[in-house]
C-alpha cells in the first residue's frame, strides 16, 4: 500500500459568486470555515428581494455551530441548527410577509480526515471529482428528479424540462424539514464541487471536468464562474471547491 494511504489530507479550497447575468439580487450566500471542515452553499428563493434574507439566516446559524470534534456529534449539531432556523424562517415570513412564503436550498460538505459527509435539502448540488471522473453526489429534490425517477422521463427530457426549476424542498418551505445525508470516504486529490443550480445549469458537465482538473484551485473555480457568465447564467452563481492535498508538515 502507497505511503499516500496513510498520509495526513489537508483540505483546501476556493469560492466565488456572481448575481448572473438576469438577476438584480444575489440571493445565494456561502460559508467556508475549513477549521471545522465545512462548506455550504444556500440558494435563497421566495421573490421580492427576500430570497437573502433566508439564504443569510441559514449561513449565520452554521456559523454558529461549534467545532465539535467527533463527527457523528458535529453532524447532529449541524442538523439540529438547520431545523432551527426552518423555524425561524417559517416565522419570520408569516410575520414580514404577511404568511407569505420563502427558503433557500442548502448544499453542504463536511470532511474530518478521510471522511466525508454531503447534506442537501433542494436542488442546490454536492459533486465529487476523482480520477478523471465527475459524480453527483447529491439527490435533487425537485418536480423533474421525481419524474425522472418515476421513469416519467428521460434524462434527455429532463435537461431542458420546463419543471426543471420547481424544487419539492427547501428550508423554510414547511414546518416539518427532511435533510438528506450521505457518507462517504475520501481520499488523496479528490476535489469536491458544492454549487446553486445557476452553476450546474449553465455550464455542461464536460466544461466543469476540465475546470476541475487544473491544478490552480483559484483558478478553477474563476474559470467555472466566468463559462457560466459567458453562457448567460440566468440565475446567482455560487461555488465552492475543495481539494485534498498532502498536509505540510
Given at each position: 500500500?502507497?505511503?499516500?494511504?496513510?498520509?495526513?489530507?489537508?483540505?483546501?479550497?476556493?469560492?466565488?459568486?456572481?448575481?448572473?447575468?438576469?438577476?438584480?439580487?444575489?440571493?445565494?450566500?456561502?460559508?467556508?470555515?475549513?477549521?471545522?471542515?465545512?462548506?455550504?452553499?444556500?440558494?435563497?428563493?421566495?421573490?421580492?428581494?427576500?430570497?437573502?434574507?433566508?439564504?443569510?439566516?441559514?449561513?449565520?446559524?452554521?456559523?454558529?455551530?461549534?467545532?465539535?470534534?467527533?463527527?457523528?456529534?458535529?453532524?447532529?449539531?449541524?442538523?439540529?441548527?438547520?431545523?432551527?432556523?426552518?423555524?425561524?424562517?417559517?416565522?419570520?415570513?408569516?410575520?414580514?410577509?404577511?404568511?407569505?412564503t420563502m427558503g433557500s436550498t442548502l448544499a453542504a460538505l463536511v470532511i474530518r480526515g478521510r471522511v466525508g459527509v454531503a447534506i442537501w435539502v433542494g436542488d442546490s448540488r454536492v459533486y465529487r471529482f476523482?480520477?478523471?471522473?465527475?459524480?453527483?453526489?447529491?439527490?435533487?429534490?425537485?418536480?423533474?428528479?421525481?419524474?425522472?425517477?418515476?421513469?416519467?422521463?428521460?434524462?434527455?427530457?429532463?435537461?431542458?424540462?420546463?419543471?426543471?426549476?420547481?424544487?419539492?424542498?427547501?428550508?423554510?418551505?414547511?414546518?416539518?424539514?427532511?435533510?438528506?445525508?450521505?457518507?462517504?470516504?475520501?481520499?488523496?486529490?479528490?476535489?469536491?464541487?458544492?454549487?446553486?443550480?445557476?452553476?450546474?445549469?449553465?455550464?455542461?458537465?464536460?466544461?466543469?471536468?476540465?475546470?476541475?482538473?487544473?491544478?490552480?484551485?483559484?483558478?478553477?473555480?474563476?474559470?467555472?464562474?466566468?463559462?457560466?457568465?459567458?453562457?448567460?447564467?440566468?440565475?446567482?452563481?455560487?461555488?465552492?471547491?475543495?481539494?485534498?492535498?498532502?498536509?505540510?508538515?
Amino acid at each position: 500500500m502507497s505511503d499516500t494511504a496513510f498520509r495526513p489530507i489537508e483540505w483546501i479550497s476556493a469560492s466565488q459568486t456572481d448575481v448572473g447575468t438576469v438577476r438584480s439580487v444575489n440571493e445565494d450566500s456561502f460559508h467556508v470555515n475549513q477549521q471545522s471542515g465545512l462548506w455550504v452553499v444556500a440558494d435563497g428563493m421566495g421573490g421580492h428581494e427576500v430570497g437573502d434574507v433566508a439564504s443569510t439566516k441559514i449561513i449565520e446559524a452554521l456559523e454558529r455551530v461549534p467545532n465539535i470534534e467527533c463527527l457523528s456529534d458535529y453532524i447532529d449539531a449541524v442538523e439540529d441548527a438547520l431545523l432551527a432556523v426552518n423555524q425561524e424562517i417559517i416565522e419570520y415570513a408569516d410575520i414580514m410577509l404577511d404568511h407569505g412564503t420563502m427558503g433557500s436550498t442548502l448544499a453542504a460538505l463536511v470532511i474530518r480526515g478521510r471522511v466525508g459527509v454531503a447534506i442537501w435539502v433542494g436542488d442546490s448540488r454536492v459533486y465529487r471529482f476523482r480520477n478523471g471522473r465527475l459524480t453527483q453526489l447529491s439527490r435533487d429534490h425537485s418536480q423533474v428528479q421525481e419524474m425522472l425517477r418515476m421513469g416519467l422521463i428521460s434524462a434527455e427530457e429532463a435537461v431542458n424540462h420546463p419543471q426543471s426549476n420547481v424544487i419539492t424542498r427547501a428550508i423554510g418551505g414547511e414546518q416539518d424539514l427532511y435533510i438528506d445525508l450521505d457518507v462517504f470516504s475520501t481520499q488523496m486529490g479528490d476535489t469536491f464541487l458544492i454549487c446553486s443550480d445557476g452553476l450546474y445549469n449553465a455550464v455542461e458537465d464536460e466544461e466543469l471536468i476540465q475546470c476541475l482538473s487544473e491544478r490552480d484551485l483559484e483558478g478553477c473555480a474563476l474559470d467555472m464562474l466566468e463559462i457560466s457568465l459567458a453562457h448567460q447564467a440566468s440565475d446567482n452563481v455560487t461555488l465552492i471547491v475543495v481539494r485534498g492535498v498532502p498536509e505540510k508538515f
